[in-house]
Every structure is written in C-alpha cells, then in structure tokens.
C-alpha cells in the first residue's frame, strides 16, 4: 500500500515507467520552465530537483494534469487520504524560511515573504534541522501538513541576535546579490561596474587614488587607470591571485567558478581598508576579476570573468611571469 513516506518514489517509478523513453524530450521542451533553472549545485542535485518539478508541478498540454495527478488517478493501492493529499502537491510554494522550532522530522518554519508559519515534515534521510537556519526551498501542503520538495538549501538566519553571525548573514546575503549580475561573452568594464554598490566603486577609488564625484565618471577613472597601469597592477598582487588570472585567462578569459575552487574566495560586503580576505577577493576589489551568472545552454552558471578591456594587457605579464618561474 502506498503511504506518504512511500509515495514519491512510487510516483517517480510510475513516471520512469510511463515517460522513459520522454524523458530527454520532456526536458528539451520544459527545461526553461523551470523555477530553479539557475541554482549552482552539482549536476545530479539539479537533475533530481528538476524531475521533482517535472513530475509534482508541471501540467503537461497533451493530459491537463501534472504526472502525479496521472499516478492519483490511476494507483489502487493507496492509504485512505493519499489520492487527495497527493492531488495538493502542484500547489508549491516557494520562498526563505526560518525554522522556528523543530523536534526530530517536524519543523515549525515561517515564510520570510509573508511571515505565514507553517507546519513541515523533513524527509526520512535528512537530519534534524535545528533553530535559527535559512531554508530556501518550496513546499508543498499535504492533508494537514506540509512536506519539503526537491533540493533544498539550508544557512544560518540573519533573525539571529548574535551581531557578529547577523552581519555575516547579512554580507553574504548582499554578495550573493551581486554575484547575481547577469554576464554574456561581451559585458564591458563600465556595465557591470555600474551594477556594482557605490561603497565597491568609492573604495576603488581610494586605492587607486582617485577624485572624481560620480559614480560614473569614477568608473571610467578606474578603467583608464588599470588600463594604462596594468603592469605594475598584476605585478604587485598575491602569486595566488596571479595563477587564478592566467587559469581564466588560458579559458578564454572566464570560467565556471568551481575551477576555482582551490583559491581561497572569503569576500566581504564591507571591505577593511587595505585588508584583502584572499585572492579572488584581492582581484575583485581592485576590478581584476568580475563573478556573476553567464548561460551555457539551458543552464546558468556563476562564473569568474576577467574584464574584456584588461584581457590583452594582463597575457604577457602573466605569460613572461609563468616562464620565469618555469625557467628559474
């Protein structure tokens, strides 16, 4: 008999069973309907998280139904109470939400959109989630509760008190807003610049030295100072850094971010003064290296870009650079 905890994968059975041998044809049509086409996690994280929403959300024209309606129709062998509860799983809802309280598989979270509490119930293979963590997700309703769907992304709750935890949840928050920044193949210096909060843009300004009173002017300062010093600029940065150049740039000049994930990325939304927390943060902060979301296919990706305009400077500091140390 199927039960809730039995039930997605009797729905995932029926669906393997029915649409196979659709399914590379189901996903070229429907991909880029997908809510959450653009989440950065592994490759297998995403292909589970997709066919959750192919098979609970998505109505296919040629039936009117999602394929889990089609499996509520059609299974006899059902709890009392499962074909409704299984009818509501369409009705996701998707957002932030804080955990408020928990006890073994039930969580007590609230929607940070719309501050609704809801009750959840975490699948059997998750841990325990304790107090005072992000979830970003969706959920479903299911008879009187709710159930989590799909990959979901747990971090800690900027609703902490603790000040030092509340401002590192509110800097990463901030960042990852900016590493959101939409990049094609020819984003120049100035567009993606001027995407950036004025606090970046005035910082920059210090360490090269510059006095311009807007932001756009500012920026193109910026620009024509590490174009017309770009030797010394490469020069001077961490060695680390320098190797993270040259592996974009031996790319083409960007890369998905997960080539970098040797170097060490700690990157704060308030910068010390004439502090770099590491080097892919030293590149950014000083204009050298961009991170924000490009599309490959279907698909978004974040990525590393070295600025067009500094590209041709910057080979053969590095080059020579990377013969010496051959050489020596």
């Not at 994280?45 to 089609?70: H, M, S």
């Amino acid at each position: 008999m199927i039960t809730e905890e039995t039930m997605s994968q009797a729905i995932f059975e029926y669906a393997i069973e029915k649409y196979g041998d659709r399914v590379e044809e189901l996903y070229q049509r429907f991909s880029t309907e997908f809510p959450e086409n653009d989440w950065d996690i592994p490759d297998d994280a995403w292909e589970k998280n997709y066919l959750c929403w192919l098979f609970f959300e998505k109505v296919l024209p040629e039936t009117g139904q999602t394929i889990a309606e089609e499996f509520a129709e059609a299974s006899k062998d059902m709890a009392p109470g499962m074909k409704q509860n299984i009818l509501q799983m369409k009705n996701m809802i998707r957002s932030n939400f804080a955990v408020i309280s928990g006890k073994d598989r039930f969580l007590k979270i609230k929607d940070l959109e719309d501050q609704t509490v809801y009750d959840v119930t975490l699948p059997r293979e998750v841990p325990s989630i304790p107090p005072n963590k992000l979830l970003t997700g969706r959920i479903h309703p299911f008879g009187d509760h709710y159930r989590f769907t799909g990959i979901f992304v747990i971090k800690t709750t900027p609703l902490i008190l603790d000040p030092e935890i509340f401002m590192n949840a509110f800097e990463t928050g901030q960042v990852d807003k900016i590493e959101n920044i939409q990049l094609r193949k020819g984003s120049t210096f100035q567009s993606v610049m001027n995407k950036y909060p004025s606090h970046w843009i005035d910082w920059m300004c210090k360490h090269y030295r510059i006095k311009e009173r807007l932001k756009k002017d500012k920026i193109c300062k910026i620009e024509s100072k590490l174009t017309a010093e770009i030797e010394i600029i490469v020069n001077g940065l961490f060695e680390q850094s320098k190797d993270a150049l040259r592996l974009c740039l031996a790319q083409g000049g960007f890369v998905k971010y997960g080539m970098l994930k040797s170097f060490d990325d700690d990157m704060r939304f308030f910068w010390d003064e004439g502090k770099c927390e590491s080097p892919i943060a030293e590149l950014r902060q000083k204009g050298l290296l961009f991170v924000g979301k490009m599309g490959f296919g279907d698909r978004n990706y974040k990525i590393a870009f070295v600025p067009n305009e500094l590209r041709d400077g910057m080979r053969p500091i590095l080059a020579s650079k990377s013969m010496q140390t051959a050489l020596g």
